[in-house]
């Protein structure tokens, strides 16, 4: 029954969407391209752009979905994590609006969301199901036994599996962020051309500090040799590089299938638009007979897609947030 309207305004996307009883009618994203000359997003310069995109993007999307203000029944936000300037935004406008229209106010935890992002459209991964979420700034493993029960079982103990993609393309020499850059040469390279160590990490947690180390050293020595050697190899430096990660992550998440005995298995997370992440898995998930589950591309990065459908289930469990809610740079659930 809820309409929704959500916002999302953690990083660097300005994005805005409707649910109409849990479908997602509309999604719209502003990209900040302000950032790219400074490798990386400038927090200040985030804010400020948020300011600029959010009263365009909610407009567009309530036009999208043929929804008017009087007819909304919440207003859902990002609370956490995030840059804070950049949340503050999101809350003080759904926090304005939530007020004028006299409709509940939803703060929503983007982890959740980018796992929730896996209930948008069909087919839905049944209860329990197992996520790994890889973004710029998380890597975890997620058991998830309903939309509002969900336990972190594995995460990255230093950088984040995007982090590992963006500072190997900048040792590399590519512009921010490179993860998607990494994935389009890999596709012409060979990715067994270069060997790179495989952490040994125990249980269900991450690493990836050292992998970015051996690849500094290793491009180092190279370029020393033959000062043309990553114009000359770049497609297989970066199928090999792009091979590691993959392979890091799907054999924790082979490992945590093993032990939960879970055969539901979904991605999400700017990451999961890798196109080497999602054939290996797809590849790995008919081996093992597992159920695999990969969202739309809109929905695997920032989205606002993602709050709306986490902000539904929200909705019908009346789990609504007081007009004194704030957000929170770091956060944990
Ligand atoms: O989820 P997201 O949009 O933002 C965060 O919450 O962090 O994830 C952004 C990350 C960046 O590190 C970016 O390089 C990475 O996702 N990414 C990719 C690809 N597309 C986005 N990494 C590898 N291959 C891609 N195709
Ligand atoms: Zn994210």
Not at 174 to 185: M, N
Not at 260 to 275: H, Q
Request: aromatic share 8%; hydrophobic share 45%; with cysteine.
């Amino acid at each position: 029954m809820p309409t929704i309207l959500a916002i999302e305004s953690s990083c660097d996307e300005t994005s805005s969407a409707v649910s109409v009883d849990g479908v997602i009618r509309s999604n719209f994203i502003a990209n900040q391209t302000v950032h790219e000359k400074y490798g990386g997003v400038v927090p200040e310069l985030a804010s400020r752009a948020h300011l600029q995109h959010i009263v365009p993007v909610v407009d567009a999307a309530l036009k999208e979905a043929g929804v008017e203000m009087r007819q909304l029944d919440a207003i859902a936000f990002t609370q956490a994590p995030g840059l804070i300037g950049a949340l503050l935004v999101g809350a003080q406008f759904a926090k304005s609006l939530a007020l004028a229209l006299d409709i509940p106010l939803i703060a929503v935890h983007h982890m959740q969301a980018h796992v929730l992002a896996n209930l948008i459209d069909d087919p839905k991964p049944a209860f329990p199901f197992l996520c790994l979420t890889v973004s710029g700034g998380h890597t975890q493993i997620v058991r998830c036994d309903a939309p509002n029960r969900l336990t972190v079982i594995g995460e990255t103990l230093d950088d984040a599996a995007g982090e590992a993609f963006d500072k190997s393309a900048k040792i590399l020499g590519l512009p921010y962020p490179g993860g998607p850059l990494i994935d389009k040469y890999a596709k012409l390279g060979d990715p067994l051309k270069f060997r790179f160590p495989e952490p040994q990490i125990p249980g269900l947690n991450f690493s990836f500090s050292g992998l970015k180390t051996a690849i500094l050293y290793f491009v180092q020595e190279q370029q020393t040799k033959d000062p043309d050697f990553l114009a000359n190899n770049m497609n297989d430096v970066c199928a090999s590089i792009q091979h590691r990660i993959v392979s890091i992550l799907l054999n924790k998440l082979e490992k945590a299938a093993k032990e939960t005995g879970i055969k539901n298995l979904c991605i999400a997370g700017g990451v999961s638009a890798n196109s080497g992440l999602r054939n290996a898995l797809t590849a790995l998930g008919e081996k093992k007979k597992w159920n695999v589950f990969i969202p739309a591309f809109q929905y695997c990065t920032d989205n606002a897609g993602m709050i709306a459908i986490t902000a539904h289930y929200k909705y019908l469990d009346g789990d609504f947030s007081g007009m004194d809610v704030t957000p929170s740079a770091r956060a944990t659930w």
